[in-house]
């Protein structure tokens, strides 16, 4: 009887081969490992200090106890709605720009410099704002020479712009040409095509693109820092006036000394983490249907 | 026989609004996408701008002078620069092969039920927020790489280190670079793989000489994309690496770099000088994620 086992240098190479495939599921293995404990973390340390006067009330008074974040979370909510009400119309213009109007050689370099700005850091980019409207002195009306929403907000749409105006030309490819030919042939201006067959057709996919711009910009600390960061106690809508936001709040709890801030920051967290998380999800997931409609007819 | 007329003809027979829509909505695209571009240059000015004062007082000598002082009034990068480049690379070091196998996990190895899942998720670690990969480098990763990681490694028992913003920036590099990394192993042709497989090479006999080398530009790309973003974070290095220069020369000690020192010094600068400074500092990061950015562009464009 001869023996089947491998010898030899079979035999080598598939133990050889069996460690490389070890190898790369023990490092999938870790990779989402850490997204686990990381969240678990965040949850069974922040879900303590959730509360409806959390969400409700502003930061309790020197020596006393409780208090809540309200105004960070008014303070987030104004400066992404400024920042999309800023990139998402840039955004959405560019990418209409690029995908229907632009000759191939001026619409690749318009990419290219997209590309790079979406790899500057993004704490260049707040000293960017701090250097355009914070610091110098700007004779408009309510903003200028000091840290506002408007600036926090500008320097998060700069951040968003790249994102939201890539996703918009990812969806504009994918609408298939037949459409626009069959618009043309109507007799249809190219201007009436792009407006109400184009764009009505890729509405989903902005969105969704939007969305996660939104997710990261919501997140975003460094572009605050100079720009946004110095705020007072209360709720403010007032995109004039410099607001305190989530992320803001957490980075400076965290190294606050007092441990019920820590308990805040880590409640901040999870609510933060849960937004971006929900709305990644729900974006990839739209974005996958709509990506299969147009591929799959 | 009537002449078919010239296109130029043609064109003006149609509609005024038409002519004036298509003119408009031309010009406002364009407008829009120049605004993109241009953003880009005036982040460069306005940056240098700023920086200006810090130039004139200290040229170029301010990469190799070691000095942070708001009461003397005295400034300089270089263990700033060098902290920059030992958290970047060395997360580089632990981040790109981790991200090739990755890569290859989800592209090759996995079976595709688990594929689309594993992708998401290892994608997920992209979204949170850098504050909260902060916090949680304070609270938790911080004290376990203290007490266990450390030792081991023939460090002391600091939390606070150059290692753990290591360990933070490894865990945020990843999914940039293992999801691209993914996307070029997928773009491998299969007719190429099965052949590989069809002669009786093993799985990783077939990656190691067909599905590597076809693509081993775009995985460099993949990495220096990755080394962009280690570069210039800024959040959740300046919570767990200690804001402390002089360097030492260990890793397992407090350290520093160029975007933790800046935000780190959001409460306000005492001078004009101090300001200026700070700003030179994102200067510095600026060209460097400049150059790094255009080089990842130039490989993955060809």
Not at chain 2, 107 to 116: C, T
Not at chain 2, 146 to 170: K, N, R
Not at chain 2, 206 to 215: A, E, G, K
């Amino acid at each position: 009887m001869t023996d089947l086992r491998a010898t030899g240098r079979a035999r080598r190479r598939l133990v050889v081969n069996r460690l490389a495939e070890a190898t790369a599921l023990l490092a999938a293995a870790a990779a989402i490992g850490v997204l686990g404990i990381l969240v678990w973390s965040v949850f069974s340390r922040g879900v303590h200090a959730l509360s409806l006067d959390f969400f409700t009330k502003g930061p309790a008074l020197y020596g006393e106890t409780g208090g809540g974040v309200a105004p960070a979370l008014a303070g987030s909510l104004l400066l992404v709605v400024v920042a999309t009400a800023l990139a998402l119309p840039f955004g959405v213009l560019t990418a209409i720009f690029v995908s229907e109007f632009a000759p191939r050689r001026i619409g690749n370099q318009v990419r290219l410099w997209l590309d790079v700005l979406n790899g500057f850091p993004s704490i260049v980019i707040g000293i960017f704002v701090f250097a355009l409207c914070v610091k110098v002195h700007l004779p408009l009306v309510g903003w200028g020479n000091h840290q506002s929403a408007i600036a926090g907000g500008l320097a998060l749409a700069v951040i968003m712009l790249p994102l939201v105006a890539r996703a918009t030309m990812e969806v504009l490819a994918l609408i298939p040409g037949e459409l626009r030919e069959a618009s043309h042939a109507l007799g249809v201006s190219k201007w009436q095509t792009v407006l109400r067959v184009v764009l009505p057709s890729s509405l989903g996919g902005i969105l969704t693109g939007t969305t996660l711009a939104v997710a990261r910009a919501a997140g975003e600390t460094a572009p605050l820092l100079f720009t946004c960061a110095l705020a007072g106690r209360a709720t403010d809508w007032n995109p004039t006036h410099s607001v305190n936001s989530i992320p803001m709040l957490i980075f400076q709890y965290s190294e606050a000394p007092d441990q019920s801030l820590h308990e805040q920051a880590w409640a901040l967290a999870f609510v933060l983490i849960a937004f971006v998380l929900v709305a990644s999800l729900t974006a990839r997931f739209l974005l996958d249907r709509s990506r299969r409609r147009f591929t799959s007819s | 026989m009537a002449a078919v007329p010239a296109p130029a003809m043609l064109a003006r027979t149609r509609r005024l609004g038409d002519r004036l829509g298509d003119g408009i909505l031309f010009s406002l695209t364009a407008l829009a996408a120049a605004v993109g571009v241009l953003v880009v240059a005036l982040i460069v000015w306005r940056v240098a701008a700023g920086a200006w004062p810090a130039i004139e007082e200290y040229r170029l000598a301010f990469l190799w002078r070691n000095a942070w002082n708001p009461v003397t009034n005295d400034f300089g990068a270089r263990d700033l620069i060098v902290g920059t480049l030992v958290t970047s690379f060395g997360a580089m070091l632990l981040s790109a092969p981790l991200s090739v196998a990755i890569g290859l996990f989800l592209s090759e190895l996995a079976p595709p039920g688990v594929r689309g899942i594993a992708g998401t998720l290892v994608e997920l670690l992209a979204a949170v927020p850098s504050v909260v990969v902060g916090l949680w480098g304070i609270y938790v990763l911080a004290p376990f790489s203290a007490h266990h990681l450390q030792p081991l490694l023939g460090g002391g028992a600091t939390e606070s280190t150059v290692f753990t913003a290591i360990l933070v920036l490894t865990i945020m590099t990843i999914p940039i670079t293992s999801s691209i990394c993914r996307e070029l192993f997928l773009s491998v042709p299969a007719e190429l793989e099965q052949g590989a497989l069809a002669l009786g090479a093993t799985r990783w006999e077939m990656v190691r000489t067909i599905v590597v080398p076809s693509v081993r530009g775009g995985v460099v790309a993949a990495v220096i994309l990755g080394l962009g973003r280690a570069l210039g974070e800024a959040i959740a290095v300046t919570q767990v690496i200690g804001n402390f220069i002089p360097l030492k020369l260990s890793i397992f000690e407090p350290g520093d770099t160029l975007a933790s020192r800046v935000a780190n010094q959001y409460q306000g600068a005492p001078s004009d000088l101090a300001v200026s400074s700070l700003i030179y500092l994102a200067l510095i990061l600026l060209a460097i994620t400049f150059v790094t950015n255009l080089a990842a562009q130039r490989v993955i464009r060809r």
